[in-house]
């Protein structure tokens, strides 16, 4: 079977030697050296400071919203915050769990990224934060959603999960925002298992943050505030330092496989307009159909050769009613959610596979 991405497995000799040194000094998780290796190894890799690790990119969300206070309520009444419905389910879901309303705007439909212009038009006030999504490892506008959230007092959560090493205007897009989350589900370019990275622009809601994800304990026989548990382990770091030894190659033969549709694919097809400053970590491989019927068409023929893509994002979060009491039909999200397919791409697809997906697609346009 031919999945829409693999997890990428480092040499198995390097996490042997980081386990055993786990077994020597019997330190598992709370802040192990691993950990503390492993956060200044990302901090110099991505080019940013005030780096946490977290247990999840999930997590990473929630703690960032905690931190920068966007969980409190306005006026008595739930706090909302500005997102987009082009995402992983976790974007929204992560607010709602936190008791912040997610209020959706519409997408660019050139970059699927949350556009500057429908964010203003959402604002109410009750807003107290944006919360947009790289989608795709692809930049938002971050220029003018820096413009309108100090214009409106607004702070920015950028879900990051999938710009992980992207750089734009030559550093690190993660820079952007009061915060930038990170995943490093087993999925992602660059994995712990599971886990997930918080970066703040700002030390003071760093410290906070690393209070909150340890049960709100600041020291010994201290407990000064509500928290939870969200530590990362060294399990999870040991992972993490042998994927990221190896990212370069990794993220080198992604690039081939992404290369490779885009040559065969981009006269026939619409791909994501990305940004002209920005680098690409090859996380993803999205491909934009003419209609959902095409997709079907072209999914089911993939299917038959046991080549399984996936539709990412389908639903647009704005129709999942039970889950965000919304009712907005957001005409561009809608609409590229139900066009939009994603090939496979990982570090080993086998160049006759990639031969055979894009000749089974050409086939049925
Ligand atoms: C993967 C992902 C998440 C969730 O991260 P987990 O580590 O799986 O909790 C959140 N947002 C986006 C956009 C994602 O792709």
Redesign the pocket.
């Known amino acids: 079977m031919i999945p829409v991405t693999k997890p990428y497995l480092p040499s198995r000799e390097k996490l042997d030697k980081y386990i055993d040194g786990i077994y020597e000094r019997q330190w598992l998780t709370n802040n192990g050296p691993l950990v503390q290796e492993l956060t200044k190894r990302l901090e110099e890799y991505l080019g940013v400071e005030n780096l946490l690790l977290v247990s999840?990119?999930?997590l990473a969300l929630q703690i960032a919203y905690r931190a920068l206070g966007i969980n409190e309520p306005v006026n008595g009444k739930p706090a909302e915050a500005i997102t987009t419905p082009f995402?992983?389910v976790?974007?929204s879901s992560s607010l709602k769990w936190e008791g912040i309303e997610p209020v959706f705007a519409d997408i660019d439909p050139d970059t699927w990224c949350l556009a500057p212009k429908n964010i203003e038009a959402a604002i109410t006030p009750q807003t107290r934060a944006i919360v947009p999504?790289h989608v795709f490892g692809n930049a938002c506008e971050v220029e003018a959603i820096d413009e309108i959230a100090s214009e409106h007092n607004l702070k920015v959560i950028y879900?990051a999960?999938?710009a992980f090493g992207v750089n734009y205007k030559s550093k690190s897009l993660l820079k952007w925002g009061d915060a930038a989350t990170l995943?490093?589900?087993a999925t992602?370019v660059f994995h712990t298992i599971?886990g997930?990275a918080i970066v703040f622009k700002r030390k003071e809601d760093l410290e906070k943050a690393k209070k909150l994800i340890s049960f709100g304990i600041s020291g010994p026989e201290m407990i000064q505030e509500l928290g939870i548990n969200a530590k990362f382990n060294e399990f999870q770091a040991a992972m993490g330092l042998c994927v990221l030894d190896e990212i370069n190659i990794n993220m080198s033969k992604r690039r081939v496989v992404k290369e490779h549709y885009l040559e065969k694919l981009n006269r026939s097809f619409a791909f994501q307009t990305r940004n002209n400053n920005l680098t690409d970590n090859y996380a993803y491989a999205p491909i934009l159909f003419d209609s959902n019927d095409q997709l079907t068409l072209i999914v089911d023929a993939l299917n038959e050769h046991n080549i399984i893509p996936r539709r990412y994002f389908y639903p647009s979060l704005d129709s999942l009613k039970l889950l965000f009491c919304a009712d907005y039909g957001l005409p561009t999200s809608n609409d590229i959610a139900e066009r939009i397919l994603c090939l496979p791409i990982y570090d080993n697809v086998p160049p006759r596979v990639l031969a055979q997906i894009t000749n089974i697609i050409l086939k049925k346009m």
Request: proline share 0%; charged share 20%; hydrophobic share 30%.
């Open positions: 999840n990119g999930t995402t992983f976790a974007t999504v879900d999960a999938h995943s490093f589900h992602k599971e997930g």
